[in-house]
Nanobody
């Protein structure tokens, strides 16, 4: 059974840090790009970051550049999102998703939401004092 499980969310003060994890089961991440998305109350879901499997290239939305870092550990079948200097506007449910890269090639940049094949259930991140 294919599954993505996010963890690591919680309540943190502005300026603090969290590390989210996205653990995959039922398949190995070797040929899969992983993306992180977030959805704040009353807003549409937006792409935050992604990491590709072929060359490990990473991409970020402008709002998190310089603060968030995505990484992958294929041995643990897990992708991480290190979030530093958190702001109240980062408050959202964070989701990870998997896109199979061997089917066809995508260009550089964040992978569109509709390209992803599997999604996790999400983890809540709240940034508040």
């Amino acid at each position: 059974q294919v599954q993505l499980v996010e963890s690591g969310g919680g309540l943190v003060q502005p300026g603090g840090s969290l590390r989210l994890s996205c653990a995959a089961s039922g398949f190995t991440l070797d040929d899969w790009a992983i993306g992180w998305f977030r959805q704040a109350p009353g807003k549409e879901r937006e792409g935050v970051s992604c990491i590709k499997s072929a060359d490990g290239s990473t991409y970020y939305t402008d709002a998190v550049k310089g603060r968030f870092t995505i990484s992958r550990d294929n041995a643990k079948n897990t992708v991480y999102l290190q979030m530093n200097s958190l702001k109240p506007e980062d408050t959202a449910i964070y989701y990870c998703a998997a896109h199979y890269e061997k089917a066809y090639a995508l260009g550089p940049g964040l992978i569109p939401e509709y390209e992803y094949d599997y999604w996790g259930q999400g983890t809540q991140v709240t940034v508040s004092s």
